[in-house]
Nanobody, 120 residues
Framework: QVQLQESGPGLVKPSQTLSLTCTVS??????????WSWIRQPPGKGLEWIGY???????HYSPSLKSRTFISRDTSKNQFTLQLSSVTPEDTAVYYC????????????WGQGTQVAVSS
């Protein structure tokens, strides 16, 4: 079974960079069957797609967050990461890593989510 687990600080100060890591087990992050994605849900709001990294290492980001988002991977650790710079309290959310099917039809696997608060 494919499993994903988010890790990283639960509190980030405004203007700093939010950094999270997703550790994947049960599948290689080089697998052609997965686009490794980051999604978030602010309090009281719906899910917001952040971006993904493909098996080939290409990335694609939400237009609203592109200027502040960087997704990378460490294939030796079977991990991929999220860096969101210049954060504000509006970036407070539960952050999820997930696997998106290459055809974009669905997200098959999700991490449990991790709460990140942006606050002084």
């Amino acid at each position: 079974q494919v499993q994903l687990q988010e890790s990283g600080p639960g509190l980030v100060k405004p203007s700093q960079t939010l950094s999270l890591t997703c550790t994947v087990s049960g599948a290689s992050i080089l697998s052609n069957f997965h686009y490794w994605s980051w999604i978030r849900q602010p309090p009281g709001k719906g899910l917001e797609w952040i971006g993904y990294i493909t098996p080939g290492g290409g990335t694609h980001y939400s237009p609203s967050l592109k200027s502040r988002t960087f997704i990378s991977r460490d294939t030796s650790k079977n991990q991929f990461t999220l860096q969101l710079s210049s954060v504000t309290p509006e970036d407070t959310a539960v952050y999820y890593c997930a696997s998106r099917s290459p055809d974009g039809a669905r997200y098959d696997y999700w991490g449990q989510g991790t709460q990140v608060a942006v606050s002084s």
